[in-house]
């Protein structure tokens, strides 16, 4: 059967000019949501220059992640509790009025035999789709949330971001990238680990790993144990023993060069306890550097309080004096592996990452998409 054609069209179509692409609002807000084991944070930010400048933000502790060690499902009082967070969340975005935003969660949903139940009933709930996303794609959105801090003379990076459930590594070789380029390739990381057909000086990714270990995850895999110092002796090398895969690892690594980038909770909570803080500076925090004798002064510093104090230490708290020393045995048993004396502090992560990918691909920052 020969093919119809429209009455009143001829054998040769018009021409059609492609449409033109429409330009970027760089008025428009973006939103980015982390939903992980412990906490819903959230950002709401406006481009601004190769960066941007937050509108608006949410952060609780919703502990969604409490019972899955024990049972492999989110229980009904973490679902409702995270729910409750959520709402708030809708209606910051309501507010604003935003259009472009990504909405993920991470291990506990990764892990949750119902999680995909509690994705409907979040989007049934409070109208928020949430996107369950890969371990890959959390630490790729860590490092380029990082890459601001990343020094000139830095040539072999480690980005380490300690979350609630899980730790996600990730070895970055820059050596062959002009220095002045440094932070931009790793920025472009955020297409993938493994792009190869890059225009600019790209940063390899030598390996990276996500251990199912973060600071809610591994407190509960000890929580039997009384003594305090026990306690965090067993985590730290627990944590350690669960790292022997990790390529680098295996090697001796120069020290000239090489830079750790922390960025969590954790890290942040140590830093502010170092500089002694009464109230938390995010300006005095963010990319600063600490030694691994003032990380560990602090660390002994934790554990001389005991719980008690700790609970009674405005930069922890009731709800984190646990988790800062689940948290502190992370950080202590890389400080033991890794050839440098140094930690760069971010108080930047997923959320920033999200921010800086969305905003990337949409062409609104001035150095255009990475």
């Not at 979040?122 to 109208?127: K, L, P």
């Amino acid at each position: 059967m020969a093919p119809k054609r429209s009455n009143g069209t001829g054998a040769f179509p018009k021409a059609v000019e492609p449409p033109v692409p429409a330009r970027p609002n760089p008025d428009a807000l973006y939103a980015a949501l982390d939903l992980g084991t412990n906490s819903c944070r959230m950002l709401i930010a406006q481009p601004k220059g190769s960066g941007f400048h937050v509108v608006d933000s949410f952060s609780k502790s919703v502990q969604l992640g409490t019972g899955l060690e024990r049972t492999g499902r989110l229980s009904r009082s973490s679902m409702a509790r995270t729910v409750q967070a959520l709402r708030i969340c809708q209606q910051k975005l309501k507010r604003n009025r935003v259009t472009h935003m990504r909405l993920v969660a991470t291990e506990a949903c990764r892990r949750a035999k119902n999680s995909r139940e509690f994705i409907r009933q979040v989007r049934r709930e409070t109208g928020l789709t949430l996107e369950i996303i890969q371990p890959e794609e959390e630490a790729r959105l860590a490092v380029i949330s990082c890459a601001p801090l990343v020094s000139t003379q830095t040539e072999q990076l480690l980005v380490v971001d300690i979350g609630g459930g899980s730790t996600e590594l990730v070895w970055i070789d820059i050596s062959s990238v002009p220095r002045r380029d440094r932070s931009a390739a790793i920025m472009r990381l955020h297409n993938g680990f493994r792009t190869t057909d890059s225009l600019f000086p790209a940063a390899k990714v030598v390996d990276w790993i996500s251990v199912p270990l973060g600071v809610a995850t591994l407190r509960d895999q000890f929580n039997d144990v009384e003594d305090d110092g026990a306690r965090f002796a067993l985590m730290s090398w627990f944590f350690e023993e669960n790292l022997a895969d990790f390529a680098p690892y295996k090697d001796v690594q120069a020290r000239a060069g090489f830079q750790i980038v922390g960025t969590s909770g954790t890290v942040t909570t140590v830093a502010a306890s170092h500089l002694g803080l009464k109230r938390y500076d995010r300006t005095k925090v963010d990319g600063l550097r600490m030694t691994s004798d003032q990380i560990d002064k602090v660390i002994r510093g934790y554990l001389d309080l005991g719980p008690t104090g700790r609970r009674q230490d405005p930069r922890i708290g009731e709800d984190r004096q646990a988790l800062i020393m689940s948290g502190s045995a992370i950080l202590q048993a890389l400080l033991r592996c890794w050839p440098t004396d140094r930690l760069s502090v971010a108080d930047r992560g997923l959320r920033e990452g999200l921010l800086y990918a969305q905003m990337s691909a949409a062409g609104v920052l001035d150095d255009g998409p990475f």
